[in-house]
């Protein structure tokens, strides 16, 4: 079976649509959005953050709202959202799954 486009979102897609949440950005916001809010763990360089732009461009997730010489100015579409919001579902389960086996196992040494 294929895999849809965007059915996951690396982690670093998953930023770059945080990124959009509350306000229109450009590319370089966008970068400075993510480095803060990971407290530099993730540095998007600009071929990463332009290709990503692009895809979600392409895709529907995002749609361009200015363009002033070189700098482009985007902001998130309704699509966009949804995706973003199916992503912190699944991330949520994977948690919830992960803190189940966690519990588990630690029932599972108290017997030994």
């Known amino acids: 079976m294929a895999k849809k ?3 996951l979102l690396t982690e670093t897609m998953f930023y770059v ?3 959009f949440l509350k306000t229109e950005m450009c ?3 966008v970068a400075a959005f993510i480095q803060e809010k990971t ?6 360089g600009p071929g990463t953050l332009y290709t990503i732009l692009g895809k979600f461009q392409t895709e529907g997730l995002l ?3 200015q363009i002033q010489g070189r700098k482009r100015t985007y902001r998130i579409t309704d699509r966009g959202r949804r995706i973003y919001a199916e992503e912190v579902q699944r991330l949520r389960q994977c948690l919830m799954d992960a803190e189940e086996e966690n519990n588990s196992a630690t029932e599972r ?4």
């Open 109 to 112: 040494e108290g017997l030994l």
């Open 27 to 29: 590319g370089t916001d």
């Open 63 to 65: 749609e361009e709202t």
């Open 17 to 19: 649509l945080m990124a």
């Open 5 to 7: 486009s965007l059915e």
């Open 39 to 44: 407290k530099d763990r993730i540095q998007i």
